[in-house]
């Protein structure tokens, strides 16, 4: 069993979802530590952990959420206490807490820290004349000193010592440690926090955002477009051509882990694509645009990478879109670069055509080819859709987005 200290997007869409940033579970981790080991996180995040106050400060200042701690004590009673308005501020700020009008059934315990700043042993900000982490055994934000000491030792019930347990005053006093409590939470990432843009009200127009797919212990950053037309906003962007400025003839390591600026032009990583696709079902789209500024699309249903191991393979189907199909050929094809050929050709298809896809042998789209501005002369190595333009012209721009299937 554990206890849970989580919160949730303050959205309707995403009321059921939590992030667990606290648990204890059993007192197999040691949570008497100083300020880096708060600030950066510890702790197996299936176990007893605690996310990391640098990570919470990133979480709460992207938008408002609120807190959810849960409980139990060692006769098996469970209670719950939940804030509005949960906020971390910057180190610069000693991680200070925030946080608005309690509800639950325990008593409200931490509204009198509201405003606090973070204490540990090494690191004493709080308004004692002493160090509260250092009397109590923990690290909280600390008045002088507390009426919750969620951190503190494990002490298993009962206990002589003042106030140095795992205490949460209103309901258990400051003599009881409570035991923990277990919520079925299977990973810290749940819909409480965007897995990705579909999840960013999309009122906060395009831009670079964090995100946080299931299964992945930090997040990553991506470009979300949110003004698609004819197709709503919520689209993650994974490629983007542009004006010729970053070079797409790369190798295996670049697309793998992504290169490029987020809001120019960009490929957000193979390995990052895998993460984001497994975790859903995802629809494609990519939106095109010629030198007399023409613009087209093509959209394509369930779009997935497959892992490293299986070469970044790809996976979709059903077309629609005004450009006409070139991606279905190319279904169920592994990822080549000019230093790792995977294709079905006798030759290395990216180093033929000066690009990095999934090549079959070889292609009637080439989206990360050269960026050859227009009618070329040379054979398929622009950035052709030759469904739409043919295999001697190279398109203005591209973007390749996925969002997850309604």
Known sequence: SSMLLNFNRQQQKVTNGRNVFQQRLNGEIHFYRGWNDYKFGFGTLDG??????KNLNILTTQ??????????????????????????????????????????????????????????KDQDNDQSGSNCASLFKGAWWYTSCHSSN??????????????DGINWKAWKAIHYKLRDFSNNVSSRYNIGIP???GDIDIKKGSGVFMIY?????????????????????GWTVFQQRLNGEVDFYRGWNDYKYGFGTLDGEHWLGNKNLNILTTQDKYE???????????????????????????????????????VGDSLSGHNGKNFTTKDQDN?????????LFKGAWW?????????????????HNSHADGINWKAWKGHYYSLKTTNMMIRKKK
């Open 48 to 53: 007893e952990h605690w996310l990391g106050n």
């Open 63 to 120: 938008d408002k959420y609120e807190l959810l701690i849960t409980m139990q004590d060692f006769t098996n009673h469970t209670g719950y206490a939940k804030y509005a308005n949960f906020k971390i501020e910057k180190e610069e700020l000693k991680f200070k807490m925030t946080l608005a009008t309690y509800t639950g059934n325990v008593g409200d315990s931490l509204s009198g820290h509201n405003g606090k700043n973070f204490t540990t």
């Open 150 to 163: 969620l951190n503190g030792q494990y002490l298993g019930g009962k206990h002589n010592s003042h106030a």
């Open 195 to 197: 897995s990705d843009c």
């Open 213 to 233: 797919p299931e299964g992945v212990e930090d997040g990553f950053n991506v470009y979300c477009n949110m003004e698609t037309d004819n197709v709503g906003g």
């Open 284 to 322: 494609l789209l990519i939106t095109m645009q010629d030198f007399t500024n023409h613009t087209g699309y093509a959209k394509y249903a369930n779009f997935k990478i497959a892992n490293e191991d299986s070469k970044f393979k790809m996976t979709i189907s059903s077309y629609t879109g005004n």
């Open 343 to 351: 294709d079905q050709s006798g030759s290395n298809c990216a180093s």
């Open 359 to 375: 090549y079959t042998s070889c292609h009637s789209s080439n989206l990360n080819g050269q960026y050859l501005g227009g009618k």
